[in-house]
Structures are given as structure tokens and as C-alpha cells.
């Protein structure tokens, strides 16, 4: 009789310990995930008991609460809504918050693990609870600058620090007001966001970190040039094959330079005078001669094939395993199923800009509770080494190049040395190019890293180029930074 007592009082027993360790990592370990978790509608709700923190950039509230007569109490405002959707996203009534309203909700609304003692501090004083504030290390100049440059095209731009990794300016278009997917008329909010889904252009994709990412194309070829270097077998003056036309082994694919001619005079060409005049079949000879494996190691190195939380989830780009020497070929400069956020081409300027050193990318420099202690603050952290400081020096030299004597021209600023690469990617048989330029500047002591893409040709269907339409972008920003 005993000994069954016993027996069940050790499954009791054991009932009790299980239920507590579940209860423990799901209040503890796992509380501020499920409050994040898009699914959790609760959350949403319970956040508008509190005032939810404000996102600031350059110590301004570019989104903030305010009180309310209705159930709801507050209402979500955003200051200067379009031109900073891409940072701060929208907070919904009813559905999942996006851009840094959803990927710190907990900590703005409140609830997060850290914040318990706040919690409870507000019930002891009486005081009504409020959410931690974000400090973001947006650029209001650089930011303002991007939104205007880029203009009514469709595409991206964003500027970093190299030397530590802050996104200074996030903008994609088309745009959207964040205040018109804010507000407590449900029905309204609906219809504004099911217009948004079926607008031209997918207004709602941030384009700087995620949607359908484009071929990099002729921006990858600095990536190429550091993985040629890398190996120890190349330098900037060894000769690749200069034909006027290449078939790729076993295909009948014939790639060709921009010009349809040869990549300047003679038999051969350096690879420094292929990336400065962006040719593609000696790069292509580069890819077959090194494999897809080295490329790929080197692409990753740079960010490639890497999830990334900036706080807000960016969409990895990727280099593929290749193993077919055609399409190695053609992945070399930036084609095939290559594809890159501009988030990523402006890490790849900011690694060779910082000597090789590539910096993990971050939006937000702080987060401070409602007294204005700090929660959390976010130190610069070094995300890989991409290559070496003198293979980066090479390289950042060979942008210098290209933007001061080769095809990157319009991107020269009068008494700046700028670096760059332009990059006009193809998307099949008689669709718009995508059209790139990704760069840094000054050139002797890089400050900002920066990468544009626009869609679509900008208009231009396949008469449009990097350098014509992108490097322009780019300039008007790194302009605006270098001039405040």
C-alpha cells in the first residue's frame, strides 16, 4: 500500500516539476518571442492599454502616441509618415506591426522581459505605463537627401557607416503614409491596406532589406575581384582572356561586354581594367578559372547566404552553389540567380571602404525606458573579414578608377574622391535592366558607404545604364552627407 502511495506521489511530484519548467521558459525564456510572435493579437491589444514608446531619429519622434478619446486611448501618429515608412513600418489596430514597430513591439509597448520592473514600478506609483523609446541612427539629412534623389522611380537606397556598420538612410518607393494604416477605423485601415497590396509597385516591400531581390550584376565584380586576390594567385595586373565574344562550354550562350567589342586593346585584359571598365567576359573567364566554391566562400564572407536582424529581419541575398561552369560563368558578374538586397552591395562598399573589415549592420543605437534609463544599447560589432587590407586597398583603388576614368563617371563630386561600381543587370528577353551603383566616399578616408537600385529600367526599359540613372542617385546623396 505504501509503496504504490509513493509511486503515485512521485508522478504528482514529477507532474508539478514539469509544469513549473514549462511555465518558467514560457514566462521567462520565451515571453518576449510569443509577444513578438504576429499571431499574438492579445499583445497588439494589451499595447494600447500603455503609451507606446516613440521612435526617434536624431532625437525626434518620427512616430509616437498620443491620447485619445476613444477605447482605444492612444493613437498611433507618424511625423513625416512616407518619408520614413521603410524605418519605422506601421503599428495596425487589427494585425501584425511591420518595420521597427514589429520587430521591437515588445519593447515599445511595454512588455518585454526587461521591462518588468517598470511594469511593476507603475503599479506601485500610480503612474500610467508607458513603453521604451527607440533611437534610431537614421540621418535625417542623408535620409531626407535619398527620399528626394530616388525620386518617383521605383527602387531603393541606403547609405551605412563602414567603420560601424549604422544605416544612416533606409528609403524604398513607392512609398506609403503609415498614419492611413494607423487608425482605429477598422474598415477604412482595410481598405487603405488591401489598395496597398494591389498598387503598382508594391508600396508596402521594403525594398532596402527584402521583396523580389534583384540581380546584382556588374556590383558583384568587386566581390569577384577580392575572391581572385584572396587566393593568392592573382593581383590586380594579371591578364584574363579579351575576346570579342565568349560561348560558354557546352551551351550555345554567348556573353558579351556592354560595347560588344573587347574589353579595350590587345589579346588580354588586367583585372583591374575589367572591373574599371565593367566587362563581363573576362570576369566570366575569372569565374570558370576559380569556381564556383571560392566565389561563393568570398560572397559569404561579404554577407551573402547570411540571415541577418537589423533589428528588422532582412531578406538574405544569395550566391547559389554552382558547379556548372557555364553558369559560374555567368554568375561572375552578377547574373543567373544571383540575387542582393542593396542593403548587402552597400555592406560589400563598406567592407573594402573599412579594409576589408565588414560591419554587422544596425538601425537602432538605443533603447531607453520611459524614465529614460537605458535598456539596451547597441555597440558596432564586426559581422567578418572579407579580405585583406592591402587586397582591399587594391580594390578600393580600382573603384576610384572606375568612377574618376571608367564607367561609373557620374558619380564624381568636384574635390572628392569617390569609389564605385555601376552595375546594369539583365531579367530575360526584353525586360526592363534592374540598374545599380554601389560606392563610398571620400575615397582616403571612407565615411559612407551607399547603394542604389532602381527597377523597372527606371523607365528606360534597356536603354538605361547604371551610371546613367543610379551613380546620379548616389551622388545627390553622398553630397548631402559630405556637405552638413
Known amino acids: 500500500m505504501n509503496r504504490e502511495i509513493k509511486r503515485i506521489s512521485m508522478v504528482v511530484l514529477a507532474m508539478f516539476v514539469a509544469l513549473m519548467v514549462s511555465t518558467s521558459i514560457l514566462q521567462v525564456f520565451q515571453a518576449d518571442s510569443l ?11 494589451d499595447s494600447y492599454s500603455a503609451q507606446r514608446g516613440a521612435i526617434l531619429v536624431a532625437n525626434q519622434p518620427v512616430a509616437q502616441s498620443i491620447p485619445t478619446k476613444d477605447v482605444y486611448k492612444f493613437q498611433r501618429v507618424y511625423s513625416n509618415g512616407p518619408l520614413y515608412s521603410s524605418v519605422t513600418g506601421f503599428f495596425p489596430l487589427d494585425g501584425a506591426p511591420t518595420g521597427l514597430e514589429g520587430a521591437l513591439n515588445a519593447q515599445l509597448s511595454g512588455s518585454s522581459n526587461s521591462q518588468f520592473f517598470d511594469r511593476v514600478n507603475s503599479i506601485l506609483t500610480g503612474k500610467n505605463p508607458q513603453g521604451a523609446s527607440v533611437e534610431t541612427t537614421i540621418d535625417p539629412v542623408a535620409q531626407k537627401a535619398a527620399y ?27 512609398d506609403y503614409d503609415p498614419n492611413a494604416l494607423a487608425g482605429h477605423d477598422t474598415a477604412k485601415v482595410d481598405a487603405t491596406y488591401k489598395a496597398l497590396l494591389n498598387a503598382p509597385g508594391d508600396p508596402l516591400i521594403n525594398r532596402t532589406i527584402g521583396g523580389n531581390l534583384n540581380p546584382p550584376g556588374s556590383t558583384f565584380k568587386p566581390v569577384m575581384s577580392s575572391a581572385a586576390f584572396g587566393t593568392g594567385k592573382y593581383t590586380k595586373d594579371s591578364q584574363l582572356p579579351n575576346p570579342q565574344a565568349l560561348t560558354l562550354p557546352g551551351t550555345s550562350t554567348v556573353v558579351h561586354n556592354d560595347t560588344f567589342s573587347t574589353c579595350g586593346p590587345g589579346a588580354t585584359v588586367s583585372i583591374a581594367n575589367a572591373q574599371i571598365l565593367s566587362c563581363n567576359i573576362p570576369f566570366a573567364e575569372l569565374g570558370m578559372q ?19 536582424s537589423i533589428p528588422v529581419k532582412v531578406e538574405p541575398s544569395v550566391y547559389p552553389t554552382y558547379t556548372d561552369p557555364a553558369q559560374v560563368a555567368q554568375s561572375a558578374f552578377g547574373q543567373l540567380d544571383d540575387r542582393a538586397t542593396p542593403l548587402q552591395m552597400a555592406m560589400v562598399s563598406a567592407g573594402i571602404a573599412n579594409g576589408g573589415v565588414v560591419m554587422y549592420p544596425n538601425m537602432v543605437d538605443s533603447i531607453r525606458s520611459a524614465n529614460l534609463q537605458p535598456i539596451q544599447t547597441f555597440t558596432p560589432q564586426a559581422l567578418d573579414t572579407a579580405t585583406s587590407p592591402e587586397n582591399a586597398a587594391t580594390i578600393r583603388q ?5 568612377v574618376n576614368h571608367g564607367v ?45 537600385v532602381v527597377e523597372n529600367g527606371g523607365g528606360q526599359g534597356q536603354n538605361g545604364t547604371g551610371n546613367s540613372i543610379a551613380a546620379p542617385i548616389a551622388k545627390k546623396v553622398l553630397e548631402a552627407v559630405l556637405n552638413k
Do not use: C
Open 290 to 308: 576559380l569556381g564556383g566554391r571560392v566565389i561563393k566562400d568570398q560572397a559569404e564572407k561579404f554577407g551573402f547566404n547570411k540571415q541577418l
Open 398 to 402: 580600382m573603384m576610384v578608377d572606375g
Open 148 to 174: 528626394d534623389a530616388l525620386g518617383n522611380l521605383q527602387g531603393a537606397v541606403v547609405l551605412l557607416e563602414p567603420k560601424t556598420g549604422r544605416v544612416l538612410a533606409m528609403v524604398s518607393k513607392p
Open 408 to 452: 561609373a563617371t557620374n558619380a564624381r563630386i568636384d574635390g572628392v574622391s569617390v569609389g564605385g561600381k555601376t552595375g546594369t543587370a539583365q531579367n530575360g528577353e526584353g525586360e526592363p535592366y534592374t540598374l545599380w551603383f554601389t560606392g563610398f566616399a571620400p575615397a582616403d578616408n571612407p565615411r559612407f558607404a551607399v547603394a542604389v
Open 35 to 45: 509577444s513578438a510572435d504576429a499571431r499574438n493579437s492579445r499583445t497588439i491589444y
